[in-house]
C-alpha cells in the first residue's frame, strides 16, 4: 500500500503544547504498548506498519515539520517536503509527483490519502488497505472512505451515498451542517467525511497536469511557490462524476481539542502531577519540571508547557483559539533535526537556553551579526568548531564566541549545553549559515 | 507605642508561593496606594508607621527571614533574632531582653505584641495604641485585644469577658470549639483571641527570669537552645489572675489559606494571566514568566512560581498541607540578604541558577568543596575576587572557578549573572565561608 499522510500546520487549539512551530501530532501523549509516552504521528506509523509491514508511507507536510518528523520517525520515512504551505490540492499533487518521479511508483499503482492525526484502532487500517485495492479495481476514479455518523456532528462534511452498500456510488457532498440539518443527512444514510481517499497515481498526475503548467517533481517543487491555493475537494472532488464511497464503522475519532484529546487518554496525568481525592475527571499534562497540584476540581484539563499554563474546564476548551491568539509569547521550546532546545531565562540584553544535542548529531555551522555567545557544557562529550578549530568538549568546558564568529558543536554522546546569548537585538532570524570546513 | 511582630516560620499552606524558607508575610500579593505591590510585613509597617510616626517596631523572627526583612523593610528596622526557633514565650522573652538591654527602652514603659500578618484596616493600629495606653496605666499586668466575632469560627480559641465595657476584667479562655460551642460563646459575649496582647516591659522580664536562668540580652542569646519550648499562652496567660481585655470591632482577617487570602486581593490576576469571561470567582497568582489561560473555571484558585503549580477549588485549598508535605521539591527561589536566587536548569551533575545582586551588595566571600562553577554577568556592573583577585566584570564577562576557590561578586549597579553549578555532589550545604581578603 501507497499512503500519503498529510502533515497539517501549525495549530494552538491545544496550546500550551502546540504553537507555531510544534504541531498536535507531534505532542507525545498516548501510552504505547511499551509503555512510553508517543505522539498521534508516531501511533499513526506504527498502526499502519502493523497492518501493512511493506507499506510505502510519505509524509506531505512543510519544510518546518521535518526536523521533529525525522526525530520522531527516523530517517528512513519518506518526506515530500512543501517549499511553503499551497492547501490540499497543490500538496498532494506534489506528493504524487514524489512518489512518481522520485520513489519511482508505477503510475498504475493506488494511493491511499489519510491525515497523520486520527484516532483510530487497527482495523481503520485494514480498512485503508480495502480502499487501496478498490481503487486498484478501476471502478471509479475516486474511492472515498465514509464513516458512520455516531452522533448528528457540526464538525464534519457529509458524504450522501447512492445506496446502502459497503461500496456505492456517491449522490451528493454536503458542507459542515447544523444538528438539524446532519439528523436529515443521517436519516438519508449519510456518511462522515474524514479526509481520506484513494486513487491511482496516474489519475492524479493527470489532474495536475491539467491544472498545473509543469514537467516533472522537480520543476513543480521550484514552481511552488507560484501556486494557486486550491483545495483538493473544490479543485478535484467536486467536479469528478466516478466517485465511490467505501464505508467504515469502526471508531474513529478527531482529537482536535483537549476534550477530545484526554477522551483518548489511558492516565489521568503525564508529568509531575498530583490530583486529590476530591478531583473528578481532571486531565494534568505536565512538561515542566516542576509538580502541578490540583484539588477539588471537576472535567478541568491542566496542561503546563514552558510556553505557559493552560487550565480550563474541558467543554470551554474548544474556545480557546482567540484567547492563544492574543498572547504574544515568544517560541519557548522546539525541536530540531540535531536534538532541542528550551529558553530558560529572558533578560533584557540577553537570552539564556538550554541545547540538547542528540548523540551523533550537529547543529548548522553558523554565526550571529548581533550576538556574542558563551557556551557552558553541562553533560555529554563532543567537538566544537569555532573559526574552523576543531576542539574536543565535555562537561564544564566554556566556549565564547564574539559575534560574527562561525561555530557548531558535533554530540559523540548526548551532549547537554547552557547556551548565554548576549546582545541588544536577539532573534532568530540573526543567523548566518554555512558549509562546515573540515 | 513599643511594638513586637512575631513573625512565624515556614508556611506550606500558601504553596507554591510560600515553601519552606520563604513564609507567607513576604509574599507580595497586596496593591499598595502607590500601585506596586506589597506583602503583608509590608502592609503592616507601613499602616503601623501612619498610625504612629514614631512606633518603635521589633521584629521577632528566625535567622532565615532577617535578609527579607532587610529586603522588604529596609535596614532600620529592629530585628530580634531567634537563633532557633524555640515557641513563642522564649521568643517573646528574647524580644523583651532585646528592647530593654539592646535599644535601652524604659521597663516601665508598655510593649505590645502582634502576629506579623493580620489583614486589617487602619483602625486596628489606633486600637493598638489604645491597648498600649491601658497597659501603661497598670490596671493590670495583661491587657489583651479581644475580637469581636463575625460567625462561630472553629479557628479561634475565645475570651469570655466579665462585663460588656469596652475594658472588662477576663473571665475565662476557651480553646478553639465547634461550631455549636462557638455560638454559645457568642451569645455570652465572647470574643476571639487574635493573639495581641500588651504588658510593660518589666512585667515580662520578671516573668522571664521566673522561668529561665539568664543574666541579659546576650546571655539569653547564648542560652536559646538550651530553652523549653513552651508558648505565651501556657507559661504566662494561663496563669495569670489579672488580665483585661479591650474589644475590637473593627475589620479583622487572618490570610493563612488561598481562600482567605484571595478575599483580600483587589485584583482576579497578578502577573501573567487571561481569564475568560466564563470564569466566576477565579484568581490567578503567577510569578512564572508566562501567561496562565483561565477557561470556564468557577471559585478556582491558580498560583504558579518556579517551585511549582497549585489549582485549586478554593474550598478545598485549606486542605492543601499534606499534599504540599508529599512533594519532594528542592528550592527553587530565594531571597538573600544581597538580592535573590532562582534555580532555572537541573540536570544530573550540574544545577544553573540566575542570580541576582542588588546595587551595593555582595554575596558571601566563598568556595564550595564539590564543585566547580561558571559565571556569565548577564546585566550590570561590578567587580569579582576570585582567590583574592579583585577584577571589574560587566554583561557578558565569564568567569570561572574550580572547586576550592575562594569567589564573591559585588555589585555596583543591580547586576544579574547566569551561573552553572558542575559536579557529581552539587548541595546548598557544600559552602565554606571566608573573611574578604581585601
Known amino acids: 500500500m501507497n499512503i500519503v499522510l498529510l502533515s497539517g500546520g501549525s495549530g494552538k487549539r491545544l496550546w500550551p503544547l502546540s504553537n507555531d512551530i510544534r504541531s498536535k501530532q507531534f505532542i507525545k501523549i498516548f501510552k504505547s504498548e511499551d509503555g512510553t509516552y508517543e505522539s498521534m504521528v508516531q501511533r499513526v506509523y506504527r498502526q499502519i506498519k502493523k497492518a501493512d509491514a511493506d507499506a510505502n508511507i510519505t509524509i506531505a507536510t512543510s519544510k518546518t515539520q521535518v526536523s521533529t518528523i525525522h526525530n520522531q520517525l527516523g530517517d528512513q520515512v519518506g518526506i515530500s517536503v512543501e517549499p511553503c504551505r499551497r492547501d490540499t490540492f497543490p500538496a498532494i499533487a506534489l506528493a504524487a509527483a514524489y512518489l512518481a518521479d522520485v520513489r ?32 486498484k479495481k478501476g471502478e471509479a476514479n475516486l474511492v472515498l472512505m465514509g464513516i458512520e455518523p455516531t452522533y448528528p456532528s457540526e464538525k464534519y462534511g457529509y458524504i450522501i451515498p447512492r445506496n446502502s452498500g459497503n461500496i456505492s456510488p456517491v449522490d451528493t457532498f454536503k458542507e459542515k451542517p447544523d444538528v438539524t440539518t446532519a439528523k436529515d443527512y443521517i ?24 491544472l498545473m503548467d509543469f514537467t516533472d517533481y522537480e520543476d513543480l ?40 484529546l484526554t477522551e483518548a487518554m489511558e492516565e489521568h496525568v503525564i508529568g509531575k502531577g498530583i490530583l486529590n481525592d476530591t478531583c473528578r475527571g481532571v486531565h494534568i499534562i505536565n512538561e515542566m519540571d516542576v509538580p502541578v497540584l490540583a484539588m477539588g476540581l471537576h472535567d478541568v484539563i491542566i496542561s503546563a508547557s514552558p510556553e505557559g499554563i493552560l487550565v480550563s474546564d474541558k467543554e470551554q476548551s474548544s474556545y480557546i483559539k482567540p484567547y492563544v491568539d492574543g498572547i504574544e509569547q515568544q517560541i519557548m521550546f522546539a525541536e530540531k533535526s540535531w536534538g532541542s532546545f528550551r529558553v530558560i531565562d529572558v533578560e533584557n540584553g540577553s537570552m539564556t537556553i538550554k541545547v540538547t544535542l542528540n548523540a551523533g548529531h550537529c547543529m548548522n555551522y553558523h554565526s550571529h551579526r548581533n550576538r556574542d555567545e558563551v557556551w557552558v557544557v ?8 569555532v573559526d574552523g578549530m576543531k576542539q574536543s568538549v565535555k562537561s564544564g568546558d566554556v566556549i565564547t564566541m564574539t559575534a560574527g564568529c562561525r561555530h557548531t558543536v558535533i554530540a559523540e554522546t548526548e551532549l547537554k549545553l547552557i547556551e548565554v546569548q548576549l546582545g541588544s537585538e536577539i532573534s532568530v532570524h540573526d543567523k548566518q549559515k554555512y558549509q562546515l570546513e573540515y
Not at 491555493?229 to 483537549?258: C, H, N, P
Open 221 to 260: 517543487y521550484a514552481k511552488y511557490h507560484t501556486l494557486t491555493k486550491i483545495s483538493f475537494d473544490y479543485a478535484v472532488v467536486e467536479k469528478e462524476k466516478s466517485i465511490q464511497v467505501m464505508r467504515f464503522a469502526g471508531q474513529w475519532k478527531d482529537l482536535g481539542t483537549w476534550n477530545t
Open 378 to 385: 553541562v553533560s555529554g562529550n563532543g567537538q566544537t568548531i
Open 104 to 135: 519511482g511508483i508505477d503510475p498504475k499503482e493506488p494511493v491511499v490519502i489519510c491525515p497523520v492525526d486520527p484516532y483510530v484502532e487497527d482495523e481503520y487500517f485494514a480498512s485503508l488497505k480495502a480502499l487501496s485495492l478498490q481503487a
Open 187 to 210: 436519516s438519508r444514510g449519510a456518511l462522515w467525511n474524514g479526509g481520506v481517499f484513494a486513487f491511482r497515481l496516474n489519475y492524479l498526475l493527470k489532474k495536475a497536469h491539467e
